[in-house]
């Protein structure tokens, strides 16, 4: 399944991505969520090296984590998604469910 896949624009935040769901790669879906300008954090319990080169450089939590851990990184993704507001093509980005990740 593909982010694509759904009609119209999204109605999401931001995303944590599990990079391996039942043996298939998350990667189309994080490309589709880079192109809509929403936030993501990739899950792996690899290291950075076993990413793709273009997902490298995005924020990652390493498996197994901790609620803090979860917590910090929506919190900063959230807060990045607050300073994005208006920016995407789809129009405002809904950052009313990232005021209770603080």
């Known amino acids: 399944m593909h982010l694509s896949d759904f009609r119209g624009p999204p109605q999401l935040d931001g995303a944590i991505l599990d990079v391996t769901l039942r043996g298939e790669f998350v990667y189309p879906v994080a490309e589709e969520l880079i192109i809509r300008n929403i936030p993501f954090v990739l899950a792996s319990g690899y290291g950075a090296w ?3 080169e273009a997902f490298r450089d995005r924020p990652r939590l390493t498996k197994p984590f901790t609620g803090r851990q979860l917590q910090e990184q929506v919190v900063a993704m959230c807060s990045g998604a607050q ?5 995407r093509d ?13």
């Open 50 to 52: 076993a990413l793709p």
């Open 90 to 102: 789809q129009g405002p980005i809904s950052t009313h469910n990232c005021s209770d990740a603080q």
């Open 83 to 87: 300073s994005n507001v208006g920016t």
